[in-house]
């Protein structure tokens, strides 16, 4: 069994409350994208929870972000200009709303709303919302789980690099990238799993995926 920090308990919490908002919303305007990847979502999330025994203290998330998002970051911007490609590692975004069906359920009401009081476009926020629990359970399952399932098995390095190949295989085969576009996630996969390893810290890597793939998602 293996020790969380409770920060990435709440995290985790609050990424399955959001995630239930996201899953509504796709249903009620049948957006087919949201909803088939908001169950996987849903599932990836729950992987970290037969692996908790109890939780530890915190470790430095603050510095591990400030480390990790400049880096994420550095290897997406080398990767967009070689490629003229922003959004090159792929990240989730809902281009679909419909303000006439929006308009015949409250949440989504609520939601329409909200976007345009802080000057967005409704799709843009749940684009925002969805991206929450979509990287904490993408890190949960990759990094968290994973790691701490085959590091025993094959050894740190040999685990370091199978998860990261995977992780970059499953943004390939979900938002349909060049190979260009599997290298970068692979390469974010790595350094995602060397922060995961040296800092010890679910959070840590959970907010820095979650504020690169919002930054990216604004920028475009």
């Known amino acids: 069994m293996q020790e969380m920090e409770q920060s990435y308990i709440y995290l985790l919490s609050i990424s399955f409350l959001i995630l239930i908002v996201c899953l509504l919303a796709g249903f009620y305007l049948n957006i ?6 908001g169950i996987i979502y849903g599932l990836l999330l729950l992987t970290p929870v037969f692996m908790t025994e109890k939780t530890e203290t915190e470790r430095n998330i603050l510095i591990g972000v400030l480390i990790g998002l400049p880096l994420l ?18 990240v989730l975004q809902i281009t679909e709303w419909s ?5 015949k359920y409250p949440l989504t009401l609520k939601l329409g709303t909200l976007a345009l009081t802080l000057g967005i476009t409704p799709a843009m926020l749940l684009s925002i919302l969805v991206n929450i629990p979509g990287t904490v359970a ?7 789980f994973l790691i701490n399932m085959l590091t025993p098995i094959m050894g740190k390095w040999k685990t370091l690099i199978a998860q990261a190949v995977a ?14 576009g599997m290298i970068t996630a692979t390469l974010c996969g790595v350094i995602l799993g060397l922060m995961y390893l040296k800092t010890g810290s679910e959070t840590t890597i959970c907010l820095t995926h979650m504020l690169y793939n919002i930054i990216v998602l604004m920028a475009g």
């Open 167 to 180: 992780f970059g295989m499953m943004h390939w085969l979900a938002y349909n990238l060049a190979t260009s």
């Open 99 to 103: 303000e006439t069906e929006a308009a």
């Open 73 to 90: 970051l550095a290897i997406a911007f080398i990767s967009s200009i070689a490629t003229r490609n922003l959004e090159v590692m792929g």
């Open 32 to 37: 087919i994208q949201l909803k088939s990847i």
């Open 138 to 144: 993408e890190e949960s399952f990759f990094r968290i």
